[in-house]
């Protein structure tokens, strides 16, 4: 038995990491032609994104795919990042786990140096072919052009050919390979990837030739840059009994206090000493001598103290304004008849990272309603393509019930159906994806509740808009009605009588007995014309307060004829409406100059100071707005419902008293 120990021992050796996956290239996305086609892609312009954002380049990418020979292809990805210096291009492209990002904590698209190195090994596994890179810093006069291939068994590339060419760039970096693969369109395609590319990136302009020619381009729908991100300690909340003895055993620190004060954000002095206080354990202590115990009592400490939310700038969210601006921007104004005001929640932190969740909801248009419906999964700006049942995300959606908020969900639970899509996008400091190949988030509890809360925010606002649409048609058809038939009964009964035919117009106030509220915009030569129209169907003089969301520094003066009563946070304005006669018309009218045609298109238009029965057409003012005594409308009740604020049954009035 001895000697076979022996044999066994002199079989075990090490093995490099790139040979590992060069072995078990599947882990990495290349699992079947064509998703190894679409991960060459998706790694290359996630590197030539995050080039161009560090150093503050608006991006503009050109993807090109061309069918070689049966299943090669040709993908070449070019940038106008800032390039890479010559002596790092074989690191970058030709070595595994090389990179300036693992032990950064801030968001990036790439974490662990990867990506655009296992497309070189790919590429040259399947056809044997070198890749070719081209790149050029704005500093030299000509580009570094190069063929490199790798050597697995060492993690190091080598350098096939190489020399000094002009190229038109002022910088920029190319990358060429030649691949197995296979192209393909539908919903898991290249064109698919780049549109959510384009989505989620909307400061970027994207090329597209694909192998049957033609040119797609994504004209990028904003010219402003995504705030740059900073590098952050961990956040307290979250950190692992491990990671926190590692931290201890190698820091600088020489006393606890200061360990805690300068390893970690959001924690001062005087909360590190609060947290030693509770835990019991010496301010003055030296960190390396902690030991397991008092590891578990910080951790435990920590949960009782009052810590500040995590920083965020170390994030780079897309922000509410333009996640509804791209997508209209993508795809396309009519494909889509409400695009729900998205959400950005609050930072979160799962052990020790910051995160962000983002939703955005688009419904009807042309969107089928028998389909179940579309789902964008995206992770710090990069869509998600495959697993998307085992997402946190899909998770999050699939527990919510969406019946509530107007979508048909069969059997009470699983993907809704009905013409919406809905968007979710995860931003952190490290996503916990399943794998190395990165299509999938992992079902973190943290992350995946702050998905179901923002998933619920938004789909309030749907539900929302779905119940003002349902009222105002029932409204406008009983309208109608009565329009057409009361006419008809005052002519026959004034010819029966032999009078004339009386005035009616009171008759059918009381009949309908409501305040319609007709909203619309328009654009034209470069303005949008905004009008609110009030229709006094009541019996009586009515007055009110008409509130709106606007951008009020954009207002053109000379078109407005009434001047507002109140703007706060130049957004909100009130006017006061004093007086509205029985079956009279109050306009509400003025232009806006300097807004993009995208950014406004449909009114945000609250009123107050008038019996909520009484309004059709417009929403009762929500309580951020200060007003000593409100309505709650349904969807603010719920949502309080949801935080344990109040109990809430559906159907039943609820008032807000500022008590």
Request: charged share 30%; net charge negative.
């Amino acid at each position: 038995m001895a000697s076979i120990a022996h044999e066994l021992a002199k079989k075990q050796k090490e093995i490099s990491v790139s040979e590992f996956f060069e072995k078990n290239k599947h882990i990495l996305g290349f699992d079947s032609l064509t998703r190894a086609l679409i991960t060459a892609v998706k790694e290359s312009v996630d590197n030539s994104l995050d080039a161009c954002e560090d150093a503050g380049i608006l991006p503009e990418v050109f993807v090109q795919v061309t069918k070689e020979d049966n299943n090669e292809y040709r993908v070449i990805v070019e940038d106008n990042g800032p390039g890479i210096v010559k002596k790092q291009v074989p690191n970058v492209f030709g070595r595994l786990l090389y990179g300036s990002r693992f032990h950064t904590r801030a968001q990036r698209r790439g974490q662990q140096g990867i990506g655009v190195s296992a497309v070189v090994m790919y590429a040259q596994i399947t056809t044997g072919r070198p890749a070719k890179v081209k790149s050029k810093i704005s500093d030299e006069d000509v580009a570094h052009e190069c063929e490199l291939v790798m050597d697995t068994k060492k993690n190091r590339s080598q350098t096939v050919r190489e020399d000094f060419v002009i190229w038109d760039k002022e910088h920029g970096t190319r990358l060429e390979v030649n691949l197995k693969g296979k192209y393909v369109q539908g919903k898991q395609s290249i064109f698919e990837y780049l549109k959510g590319v384009a989505i989620v990136n909307p400061h970027a302009k994207i090329t597209f030739i694909p192998p049957d020619g033609g040119t797609i381009v994504f004209e990028r729908a904003t010219e402003e840059m995504p705030p740059p991100t900073r590098e952050v300690k961990p956040h307290p909340e979250g950190v692992e009994l491990g990671e926190l003895l590692n931290m201890a055993k190698y820091t600088e620190a020489k006393k606890m206090t200061s360990f805690l004060n300068t390893e970690f954000s959001r924690i001062s002095l005087r909360v590190a000493r609060e947290i030693l206080d509770i835990a019991e354990i010496s301010h003055d202590q030296r960190p390396s001598r902690m030991t397991l115990d008092q590891a578990g009592n910080i951790i435990e400490a920590v949960n009782k103290v009052k810590i500040m939310s995590p920083e965020t700038d170390c994030l780079s969210p897309i922000g509410e304004g333009l996640i509804r601006k791209s997508l209209k921007n993508v795809l396309g104004e009519t494909r889509a008849s409400f695009y729900a005001p998205p959400i950005t929640r609050e930072p979160k932190v799962f052990g020790g990272n910051p995160f962000v969740v983002e939703v955005g909801i688009v419904y009807g248009g042309q969107l089928n309603k028998e389909d179940p419906v579309q789902i964008y999964r995206f992770a710090n700006r990069v869509p998600l393509m495959y697993q998307q049942g085992a997402c946190a995300t899909t998770q999050g959606i699939e527990n919510v019930d969406w019946r509530r908020y107007g979508l048909e969900q069969r059997g009470g639970k699983g993907i809704p159906y009905g013409p919406a899509i809905i968007l979710v996008h995860v931003a952190s400091t490290k996503i916990p994806f399943t794998s190395e190949s990165k299509e999938a988030v992992a079902n973190v509890p943290e992350i995946r509740e702050e998905i179901e809360l923002a998933l619920k925010a938004c789909a309030r606002k749907l539900k929302t808009h779905l119940n003002k649409a349902e009222r105002k048609s029932k409204t406008r058809v009983k309208f109608e009605i009565v329009q057409d038939i009361i006419p008809m009964i005052a002519q026959k009964s004034a010819k029966i009588v032999g009078k004339p035919v009386p005035d009616i117009a009171g008759t059918i106030t009381k009949i309908m007995n409501v305040v319609w509220v007709e909203d619309e915009v328009t654009y034209d030569k470069k303005k949008h014309h905004v009008s609110v129209k009030l229709y006094n169907y009541t019996p009586k003089t009515q007055k009110l307060h008409v509130h709106m969301v606007i951008p009020f520094d954009k207002v053109d003066e000379k078109s407005l004829a009434i001047a507002p009563s109140e703007v706060r946070d130049g957004t909100k304005v009130s006017w006061d409406i004093k007086k509205i006669a029985s079956t009279e018309v109050f306009e509400l009218a003025f232009d806006l100059k300097g807004v993009n045609r995208g950014e406004y298109d449909d009114n945000e238009v609250f009123v107050s100071g008038i019996d909520p029965a009484s309004i059709i057409g417009a929403d009762i003012l929500p309580g951020d707005w200060d007003l000593e005594h409100i309505t709650i409308t349904e969807d603010k009740a719920e949502e309080a419902s949801e935080n344990g604020e109040i109990d809430y049954d559906e159907g039943a009035e609820v008032i807000d008293d500022e008590e």
